[in-house]
């Protein structure tokens, strides 16, 4: 294994190792094993995902994004902010810049440690869902944010079993195959957010999850709970900015609101870079 240049970042307590992959270091059959094999905590450099960039034919830059188990991710909200930063940082992109993602094109703003991302308008929109935890029905909302999201709104987000109800929610028959990230979301002040994300791909919950914080805040207002801009805290302790366009459509029913011009901001934090050894690589029995 030739050495490797990466970074190590969060975002708001969401982490990725992020490499140049323009000269093609890593190979595209090699991609997944390497996000499995890097991402592991006290082994390796440990991250909640790999982010590769990569050259675009049509933006400044492609990503390919995977997560800890070397599945892939259609879009990461905090990753983009860190796949952005790393791009002007590295004289990629300048300040305002496009790049490809699975979910589509995806525009961001650099100033200084703060990114704002534009996400895709979201889709597949579904309230009012009904599931049981605990013995106890429960209602879910869910919405795609550019990777899909359950929403389940709770009094007491201290003591939710974030793990044992998000492995439900995440396997449940409604969100197959592909299953889905779920956020227990609290109203802790007006205007404001708090939410625990149990990530797909991770099987755990996670400090932040950026299209979690959007998916939390768009489906907070269809309820009527808040308006733009809204505040999210994460599990991590640090906040980010949701702004969007709310409208509803032939009525003010739930399920006719249209959404439109969606950002998310937030800080994103260079940790440390370094060089990737063999030693990182090696699988463990």
């Known amino acids: 294994m030739q050495e490797i240049k990466f970074a190590k970042y969060s975002g708001t307590g969401n982490d990725f190792i992020i490499i140049d992959n ?12 390497t996000a499995r094999l890097l991402c592991r905590r006290r082994f390796a450099v440990g991250a909640d995902g790999l982010i590769l ?21 259609e879009m990461c909200g905090n990753g983009a902010r860190c796949a952005a930063h790393f791009a002007h940082k590295e004289k990629i992109a300048g300040a305002r810049m496009r790049f490809e993602t699975i979910a589509g094109l995806i525009a961001a703003e650099v100033n200084g440690d703060t990114v704002k991302v534009g996400l895709t308008p979201p889709r597949d929109i ?33 003591a939710t079993p974030v793990k044992a109800w998000g492995r439900a929610i995440r396997y449940h028959r409604l969100f197959e195959p592909r299953g889905t990230n779920v956020n227990f979301v609290s109203l802790p002040a007006p205007g404001e957010l708090l939410v625990r994300t149990y990530e797909r791909g991770v099987e755990d919950e996670t400090m932040a999850c950026g299209t979690g914080a959007v998916a939390s805040a768009l489906i907070a207002a269809m309820h009527g709970h808040v308006t733009s801009p809204v505040t999210v805290s994460t599990s991590g302790g640090d906040r980010l900015v949701i702004h969007f366009r709310l409208t509803a459509a032939n009525g003010d029913e739930e399920r006719q609101h249209r959404v439109s ?14 060089e990737l050894r063999p030693g990182a690589m090696k699988e463990k029995a």
């Open 22 to 33: 323009r000269g093609g270091v890593i190979a595209p059959a090699a991609m997944a094993e």
């Open 53 to 73: 960039i990569e050259d675009s034919g049509q933006a400044d830059f492609r990503w390919q994004f995977f997560n800890a188990d070397g599945s892939r991710a």
């Open 126 to 158: 579904v309230m009012g869902q009904k599931i049981d935890l605990d013995g106890e029905e429960r209602e879910i909302d869910s919405i795609d944010t550019g990777v899909p999201h359950a929403i389940h709104f709770v009094a007491a987000p201290e």
């Open 261 to 274: 011009e969606v950002s998310l901001e937030g800080p994103a934090d260079l940790i440390y870079e370094g």
